[in-house]
């Protein structure tokens, strides 16, 4: 805690590097500057480290009081675990150079940036995020990629039927209606939810093994009181179908 922060030095809490290219790289760590005055011309890194595997982003928060802070996923161009997320009202939130940040509880920042080469995953569908402005850059994303019901489950889960030794397997449904296996021996899952207040999940595909259905995709829930810009990705798509005849989940 400092009233005026200023210099064009380094603040960092990085990860440390795995051994010999077989250890995993540490994650980064926390770093929370709240000031009275926030002249910094410096990097403030909290990398993952590398290895094997690099460790997932830390977090940078410098806030000075009265405004909005800074807090920043940032992973040094690197691809690592995703990095959980915590509501922080009073602060933008920016995620670049290979961060992923994970979304599993309801949160409100002030403005988003989604860089390029950096993600931010929604891994439970019944949270909203809560902003003020949001901006998606190309090569960058919101994703809930088959992060809805499991295989076989959901409101308009896909179906299967036992033939000649292998299960055929139906796709799900959810706006549209799964379709119908070969030979129209599963039938496709039904639609459910509502076209202007969607509130639920992709639902999943037919399965029984070695059939494997596809993972429905989840919802992404957004509250912007402004403008929303998406020139990157934003993506609830549901899952392929896999095995013998797995159904795919719907979006």
Do not use: E
């Amino acid at each position: 805690t400092v009233g005026t922060l200023s210099g064009s030095g380094s603040i960092m809490a990085n990860g440390g590097n795995g051994a010999d290219s077989v250890g995993g790289g540490g994650g980064g760590g926390i770093i929370y500057i709240p000031c009275n005055n926030n002249f910094f011309a410096g990097n403030a890194s909290a990398y993952g480290g590398g290895g094997a595997n690099w460790g997932g982003a830390g977090t940078v928060l410098i806030k000075p009081y009265g405004q909005n802070g800074q807090l920043i996923l940032d992973n040094g161009g690197h691809a690592g675990p995703s990095t959980p997320l915590q509501s922080a009202s009073s602060a933008d939130l920016t995620l670049r150079n290979g961060a992923i940040g994970l979304i599993s509880g309801p949160l409100t920042f002030g403005n988003l940036l989604v860089s390029s080469n950096a993600w931010l995953l929604m891994s439970n569908y019944s949270y909203t995020v809560t902003l003020s402005s949001a901006t998606i850059q190309a090569g960058g994303g919101i994703l809930a990629d088959g992060a809805g019901y499991a295989a076989g489950q959901g409101s308009g889960m896909g179906q299967y039927y036992y033939n000649n030794s292998t299960y055929t397997c139906s796709g799900a449904g959810h706006g549209g209606y799964g379709a119908n296996s070969t030979g129209n021996l599963a039938a496709g899952g039904t639609v459910y939810d509502s076209i202007t207040s969607p509130a639920n999940p992709g639902s999943g595909g037919g399965s029984y093994s070695p059939s494997l259905g596809g993972a429905g995709g989840g919802a992404i829930r957004l509250s912007v009181s402004g403008t929303l810009q998406v020139a990157g990705l934003i993506s609830a798509n549901g899952g392929n179908g896999s095995g013998t005849g797995g159904g795919g989940g719907s979006g």
